[in-house]
């Protein structure tokens, strides 16, 4: 079936710090999508990407869809210890279909 | 708004006892999703419904039943825990969705654990 590979696992940063991490995917898709989950919560959205090369920012947040199509990438700006939790990356292929990685998980020192 | 609410936060069951996790939204959503959150693992689709009376498997369905009787809720039954369904769970709502995204909108999760 369709995965998404996403890398790293984990990552552990010094408060101040940037930090990146993508996700590639087996398969085209037309919608990328970035999540982040705090401890005990569900996971909420950052950023939608609909198109091919589209490069968007949310704060101190930058996303970008990859040209192929088949990956993109997360970069967070100067990390703060509020920065802390799980990102995932997902697709959605449209009807119910979302494809979930298996998540980025953060841990910012201060 | 309340937005996706779970119920119960945390359960543990014996193996074969049978439970209902329940999930409900204030937003109007006629699509609505359940999936499990296994360790170190993604989101996997488990059920899903496209409005009231309506619903379909997901990529995990077995063991599990759900029904939608509502366009506020969304339960999921378990009828005979198995240690297999140990996970997190949680639900989501969007608004029709279609070739167009639209946000889901998860709840905080429901954390089961079968022994």
């Known amino acids: 079936g369709q995965q998404l590979n996403q890398s790293p696992q984990s990552m552990f940063i010094q408060e101040g710090e940037d930090v990146s991490m993508n996700c590639t995917s087996s398969?085209?898709?037309?919608?990328w999508l970035w999540y982040k989950q705090e401890p005990g919560e569900g996971p909420v959205l950052l950023i939608a990407?609909?198109?091919?090369?589209e490069l968007t920012s949310n704060g101190r947040l930058t996303a970008q869809f990859g040209i192929t199509r088949k990956d993109s990438f997360l970069n967070i700006s100067a990390s703060i210890p509020n920065d802390v939790g799980i990102y995932f990356c997902?697709?959605?292929?449209?009807?119910?279909?979302?494809?979930f990685g298996t998540g980025t998980r953060l841990k910012v020192l201060a | 708004n309340a937005g996706v609410t779970q119920t119960p936060k945390f359960r543990i069951l014996k193996i074969g006892q049978s439970m209902t996790l329940q999930c409900a939204q204030d937003?109007?959503?006629?699509?609505m999703y359940w999936y499990r959150q296994d360790p170190g693992m993604g989101l996997k689709l488990i059920y899903y419904?496209?409005?009231?009376?309506?619903?379909d498997k997901g990529e995990v369905p077995n063991g599990y039943n759900v029904s939608r009787s509502t366009t506020e809720d969304f339960p999921l039954r378990l009828e005979l825990a198995a240690p297999s369904q140990t996970s997190v769970y949680f639900c989501?709502?969007?608004?029709?969705?279609?070739?167009?995204?639209?946000?889901?909108?998860f709840g905080p999760g429901t954390r089961l654990t079968v022994l």
């Open positions: 989501a709502s969007s608004y029709s969705t279609g070739q167009v995204y639209n946000e889901q909108f």
């Open positions: 398969s085209i898709f037309n919608t």
């Open positions: 990407l609909y198109k091919a090369g």
């Open positions: 997902a697709e959605y292929s449209g009807t119910y279909k979302y494809i």
């Open positions: 937003m109007n959503h006629n699509y």
């Open positions: 419904s496209v409005g009231a009376g309506i619903t």
